[in-house]
T-cell receptor
Framework: SQTIHQWPATLVQPVGSPLSLECTVEGTSNPNLYWYRQAAGRGLQLLFYSVGIGQISSEVPQNLSASRPQDRQFILSSKKLLLSDSGFYLC???????????FGDGTRLSIL | DAKTTQPPSMDCAEGRAANLPCNHSTISGNEYVYWYRQIHSQGPQYIIHGLKNNETNEMASLIITEDRKSSTLILPHATLRDTAVYYCIVRPATGNQFYFGTGTSLTVIP
């Protein structure tokens, strides 16, 4: 069966520090991969998605970037974090055609 | 870019059926309707999806109107553990993006 791993579960970072969140998927090949952010009490905002290695689509201009160095690995990064980057970050994967997304457990990021 | 409209909140008595509506009046012929739920501080959980026909699985039933402009998620016997935010999403089979709106916060009351 397919599983998705996302870490760390919580992270506290100072303003201006770099960020790297990692997400890996097991049990499937060539998945579509997604990064979302959820502000407190709000819905999910799609940040990036990828349909293959090295292919990244950005949904909103921001202080973050994403990379997909391997088929089942998706990384969210920032060179300098802002206070507004705080939130709950979720990674998800989906198969082809009408298959639904499946989410990781998320990373709660607090910027001080 | 959410294409759906849902009531912000609903209550349901424990043991009764919870009927959560969703309007998607601009849905296209090749777009599926998906339902997810999110319990506080967890990632969203997939519930069910459909294109035209009604669907049922071990968690819920999905009723899609004939004109496909709205749908209803039915939790047949709501329990306290069904308290969550429920999201309705439309997405084409060939599309890559899933856009989540603000969902419906369902509270199951003892």
């Amino acid at each position: 069966s397919q599983t998705i791993h996302q870490w760390p579960a919580t992270l506290v970072q100072p303003v201006g520090s770099p960020l790297s969140l990692e997400c890996t998927v097991e049990g499937t090949s060539n998945p579509n991969l997604y990064w979302y952010r959820q502000a407190a009490g709000r819905g999910l905002q799609l940040l990036f998605y990828s349909v293959g290695i090295g292919q990244i689509s950005s949904e909103v201009p921001q202080n973050l970037s994403a990379s997909r160095p391997q088929d089942r690995q998706f990384i969210l990064s920032s060179k300098k974090l802002l206070l507004s980057d705080s939130g709950f970050y979720l990674c998800a994967w989906a198969g082809q055609r009408d298959q639904p997304q499946h989410f990781g457990d998320g990373t709660r990021l607090s910027i001080l | 870019d959410a294409k759906t409209t849902q009531p912000p909140s609903m209550d349901c008595a424990e043991g009764r059926a919870a009927n959560l509506p969703c309007n998607h009046s601009t849905i296209s012929g090749n777009e599926y309707v998906y339902w997810y739920r999110q319990i506080h501080s967890q990632g969203p959980q997939y519930i069910i999806h459909g294109l035209k026909n009604n669907e049922t699985n071990e968690m819920a039933s999905l009723i899609i109107t004939e004109d496909r402009k709205s749908s209803t998620l039915i939790l047949p016997h709501a329990t306290l553990r069904d308290t969550a935010v429920y999201y309705c999403i439309v997405r084409p089979a060939t599309g890559n993006q899933f856009y989540f709106g603000t969902g419906t916060s369902l509270t199951v009351i003892p």
